[in-house]
Structures are given as structure tokens and as C-alpha cells.
């Protein structure tokens, strides 16, 4: 979640996070939890695997049920938070945020590792062994020989790591959504990459995925790649919505003054000196 917020009292995201569900730092809950996820990654993964075989446009079909099956209870609960803050708060109190994580966010790096992994999975030039077999098809075919493929998917993941790193703040207990259950412990973040774009998380993570479909070296795997991408379109929309609720009218001049994705065309210079030389 691309949200503007500091760790407070000098703690670790880490820390946070356990702090609002420490049912996880007994090491068989958390055991447990990880293989939990690990399976539904799995199934997530085989399920893209079995209708890419199927037939051509199986990858595209794949991918908009995996996206969309994290999109839509995402911006369900983030609409709906008002409601479901106070009525976990008002059942759990200090566990409100652990049930709510069991509930909602257990299921979010699973769904987003696969939907991110699954460009990959469409690999087609031969460099590597294919892992789906798919038909003869200019969308199959390769765009680029491999050797540029490969340098070109490189500096794109390159990129975005580099996007996703300097973000002044962000951490676990950000990217799980603690401060949904309990916002009055968050704090704005002012300054560095988020003086150029709202969401540095969502378009570091666009340029990766972007770059792993060009690994893959076909259309069809872009056409994944974007699919993943387009849909934080409408998660940045309901995010900034609750933003707004949240901080006032200070976020709403700020969302009006800085883009939500790509820098403004005169800033876009000064946008990467500032990646190459963040130590954030």
C-alpha cells in the first residue's frame, strides 16, 4: 500500500507488525501461517499453469482471476474500513488488527507473488526450458533475441528495485496494513521520492514486473505483466480516497501537486538522481 507513514517510537516495521498480532511471534503460529500461504501460492501457481496449457488466451484469463480475486476484496476492505475498524476494534480491542490480518491480509503476499511470478512462467524463446508449452502464435513468438531480452528485463528490475528502495519509510507493518486498524498511530512522510510520485511501492513493482515479462520475451507475457500493473489503478484510487479521510485536506493538495506514478515531465531528471544517490 503506497501510504505516507513513519514507524513510530523508533521501532522496526518488524516490530510493529508483531506488536498488533503477536500470536505470530510464537514460531508455530508463524510456521503455520508461512506454509499456509506457501500453499495457496502453489495452488495459485499450478491453476495458472493448467489453464495456460488449455488453450492460448488461458495466461491472460489466468491472470485476470488471480489479479482481481486480491483487486477486489483489496479495495472492499479499504472502502469499507471505517465499518470494519470499528467493528474489529470494538470486538478485539488490542487484537482487533491480529484478526483482521487472519481474515483479509494473510492472503496478500501469496496472491501478489504469484500474479507478479506468472509472466515468467510464459517463457518461450528456448534460452531456458519452457515451463507451459504454448501454440505457434505471434503472440508466442519471441520480441527480441534473447540476448538483449535478458539486459533490457535486467534494467528494468534494476529500476524498479530502485524505486521501491529509497521510499522514506515504508515497511511491514506499512505494506500489511496495520495503520488501517489503528490510524492514529501513523505519521506523514514529507520529502524524498515522495516529493516526485505518490505510489513509489506500486510503480517500483510495475517496473519488475514489466521487466520479468520481458524476460519472458513475448506478448502474451506482457499482456500478463500489464494486466498486474493496471490493477493498481483502482487500488491507488481508493487508497488516496482513505488518505484524504485520514490526513485532511494536506493530502488532498498533495494529491493534487505530485502524480500518483510517473513524475511530472521538468522532474524527471532530478526524479533519478535522486535514485541513484538515496541511501534510504
Keep these: 500500500m503506497g501510504v505516507r507513514i513513519v514507524k513510530t517510537e523508533d521501532k522496526t516495521g518488524v516490530e510493529i507488525f ?9 514460531w508455530q503460529n508463524a510456521v503455520l501461517t508461512y506454509l ?19 488453450f492460448l488466451y488461458g495466461a491472460i484469463i489466468g491472470q485476470l482471476v488471480i489479479t482481481f480475486s486480491l483487486t477486489i476484496p483489496y479495495v472492499y476492505v479499504i472502502k ?4 470494519i475498524r470499528e467493528a474489529y476494534r470494538t470486538k478485539y480491542d488490542i487484537l482487533a488488527y491480529q484478526y483482521f490480518y487472519y481474515r483479509f491480509i494473510i492472503y496478500i503476499p501469496p496472491f ?3 500474479s507478479a511470478i506468472l509472466p515468467f512462467l510464459l517463457k518461450t ?18 520480441i527480441f533475441p534473447y540476448y538483449s531480452s535478458i539486459p533490457i528485463s535486467i534494467l528494468f528490475i534494476i529500476l524498479g528495485v530502485l524505486i521501491r528502495k529509497p521510499s522514506g519509510g515504508y515497511d511491514v507493518d506499512i505494506q500489511l496494513l496495520v ?8 505519521r506523514k512522510i514529507t520529502g524524498g521520492i515522495y516529493d516526485y510520485i505518490r505510489h513509489p511501492q506500486y510503480m517500483g513493482e510495475g517496473f519488475i514486473i514489466i521487466g520479468v515479462g520481458i524476460f519472458a520475451n513475448n506478448l502474451l507475457a506482457l499482456i500478463v505483466s500489464l494486466i ?25 493538495k498533495y494529491q493534487n501537486r505530485v502524480p500518483a506514478l510517473f513524475p511530472k515531465f521538468g522532474t524527471w531528471k532530478n526524479f533519478f538522481k535522486y535514485l541513484i544517490k538515496s541511501k534510504d
Design 18 to 26: 508483531f506488536e498488533y498480532a503477536p500470536s505470530l511471534k510464537r
Design 36 to 54: 499456509y500461504q506457501i500453499l495457496i501460492f502453489v495452488v495459485l501457481i499450478v491453476f495458472f499453469w493448467w489453464i495456460s496449457s488449455l
Design 80 to 83: 469499507n474500513v471505517d465499518k
Design 112 to 114: 501478489g507473488n504469484a
Design 125 to 142: 524463446d528456448y534460452f531456458l526450458p519452457s515451463i507451459i508449452s504454448l501454440p505457434s502464435h505471434f503472440i508466442t513468438q519471441d
Design 179 to 186: 495503520y488501517l486498524i489503528f490510524p492514529e498511530k501513523s
Design 228 to 252: 498486474h500493473f493496471l490493477a493498481y489503478i483502482p487500488i491507488i484510487r481508493i487508497e488516496d480516497s482513505e488518505l484524504i479521510k485520514r490526513f485532511g485536506m494536506d493530502f488532498k
